[in-house]
Each structure stands twice: as C-alpha cells, then as structure tokens.
C-alpha cells in the first residue's frame, strides 16, 4: 500500500510531487480519457491510495481544476518550443507544419484529450478555465501572422478564422481519419493564409 504524504514535507517538495502526480494523471488520462474520471479506479490505477489525491487536490473538482491548468501550461511551452524554431518560409508553410506536428503519433494521445475536454466544456458537464487555451492559440497564430508582416487587426481577425479552421479539421481527423480530403482542405487553408488581404494591395504575410 502506497504510503500517505508527510504534511510536514517542505513546500518545494510538495510542488515537485505534485507536478510528479499530475503527469502521471495526465498520461492515464490521455490514454483512458476524462469523462468517466473518479479518484479511487484513478488511484489504484496510479498505484496511490485515495488519500495522496485528496491530500494534493482535495477532491474531484481540485483535481480537474489542477489537470486543466497543468494542460495549459503544457500547451503554452509546446508552443514556445514551436516558436523557437527555424520560422517557415509563409503563413500557410507555418499551418502545414504544425498541422504534421501536432499530428505525430506521440502527440495525438494528448491532442484527443484536448478535444474531449473541450467537448466536456462545451456541453457544460465540466467548468473550468481550459478555455483560456483558445486565447493562448489565437493570440500565437496572431503573432506569427505579424511577424510575416501582417497587420495587427488583420492578424487577430485571420488568426481566429485560422483557429477555428483547424479546429475543425483535427476534430475531422480525430473521427474519420480522412487524411487525404483533410490535407486537400489544409492546402487550401494555408493557400487562403499565403493570399492578398481583402481590399488591400498586400498579401498576407506581407510580400
């Protein structure tokens, strides 16, 4: 039997073995999903005795409260590191990387848990502030459309028209895996990012 926290343990550990802990839940969750969550089958399939849960998160809704914000900390350095790179040669270059990037076989576990918390908050069967991760990625294709060149407003506007769209196409992904018609419809999103501005003499990324 796992054997309960010491109370007295100094903060910094604390921290450390709870970040431990929420890996841990996020890689079970990324594998059996999020709908059906309860601390004790999550316990005992972590190997944890009940109590180690409640005592890091107190209960079901600390520890959704903690998930969530966990994701969206993971998904704000996954982005970083994609920032970080060498920057693609357009806008819509820039989508269809990504596109195969968050596509890799190692990334999808955690992609479908996206969706189905997403799914989860929109039907209203789970609160939380997860939603703060569509912000986090339109205002990241704003300012990789900016730094092509774009302006500021149009860069917000296309950035969101952008979001959506590969929302979408991930959920379509995620249920049919149609790849083909899928990356026909992503060639056209990324030729629509590439192409002039409406009622501008510009293009998109600024050339």
Known sequence: MSQAPDSREP??????????????????????????LSLRPLAKALGQSTYVLTYHFKDKSGL??????????????????????????????????FWHWQTRSEALPLVRLNYE????????RISGHHSGAIGDWVDFIAGQLTAYGRPARD?????????????????????TGDIPRIEEALTRLAAYADAPIPGSEGTRDGQ
Request: proline share 3%; aromatic share 4%.
């Open 11 to 36: 903060g910094d550990t604390r921290d450390t073995r709870r970040t431990e802990l929420l890996d841990a839940v996020v890689a079970h969750l990324a594998e059996h999903g999020i709908a059906g």
């Open 64 to 97: 959704l409260a903690a998930v969530l914000d966990h994701l969206d900390q993971q998904e704000r350095e996954a982005l970083r590191q994609w920032a970080a790179q060498e920057p693609p040669s357009s806008p819509g270059a820039g989508i269809i990387a």
């Open 117 to 124: 918390i997403f799914g989860l908050l929109a039907s209203g």
């Open 155 to 175: 860069a917000r506007i296309d950035a969101t028209l952008i979001s959506a769209a590969l929302s979408g196409l991930t959920q379509d992904y995620l249920v």
